[in-house]
């Protein structure tokens, strides 16, 4: 073979070889950045139906979901990862999505929520936070239920959309966690156009 052939071969396979190994190609909304991997298994009208690997993320208790309390929530997270830890090392930031997740009580009353960041698969071992509250956490492997939705995340167009995906389950017949529910978002604050926001339920 010639040298241009065995050079273009080689690049072929280096690419097939780094994808294999990097595990999927995350979708456009992950911007590029790390994601849970995720495979589709159905799309729906109003929704689309998920199975997640195994993911790891980093997590901090929240007094609500109030602006306030969601930014004094990501601000602990956000200063662990820029060196604010025990080793004083910067942990990679590059991952979407960020989770706003809510837990009520059987009786529908109490409220527990809590903030997260994903973390990248190469980060393997994580420095000790100076902060106690925040922890490392793992989701198992699972299937979510997601609904899709663009602008600011915000708590009134996200109880909109939570509705519209469970009236949406329930009419398709789906089992879901009905007392559960995730707001994930893939933007920072300061991308103003083609926002991308989901609603995230578990199924049962």
């Known amino acids: 073979m010639k040298y241009l052939e065995v050079t273009t071969l080689l690049s072929v396979l280096a690419v097939v070889f780094l994808r294999g190994a990097h595990g999927w190609d995350a979708p456009p909304f992950c911007h590029s950045y790390d994601c849970p991997e995720f495979t589709v298994v159905n799309k729906y009208e109003d929704f689309e139906e998920r199975a997640y690997q195994v993911s790891r993320w980093i997590t901090v ?17 956000w200063d662990y990862t820029q060196w ?14 960020a989770l706003i997740s809510t837990t009520e009580v059987e009786d529908g009353g109490e409220k527990h929520a809590s903030l997260s960041f994903y973390v990248a698969p190469e980060d393997t071992v994580l420095p000790t936070p100076n902060d106690a509250s925040i922890r490392n956490e793992t989701m198992p492997a699972c299937t979510i239920y997601v609904r899709t939705f663009s602008g600011f995340l915000s708590e009134y167009n996200f109880q909109e959309n939570l509705k519209k995906l469970r009236d949406a389950l329930t ?27 989901e609603v995230w339920i578990h199924a049962a």
Not at 61 to 77: E, Q, R, Y
Not at 84 to 97: C, K, L, R, S
Request: proline fraction near 3%.
């Open 61 to 77: 208790d929240s007094l609500g979901v109030s602006d306030h309390d969601v930014k004094a929530g990501f601000t602990k997270l």
């Open 84 to 97: 604010d830890n025990q080793a004083g090392e910067h942990v990679n930031t590059h991952t979407w999505p």
């Open 171 to 197: 009419q398709a017949g789906k089992a879901f966690d009905s007392h559960r529910f995730i707001a994930a978002g893939y933007e920072g604050p300061w991308t103003l156009i083609g926002r991308h926001n």
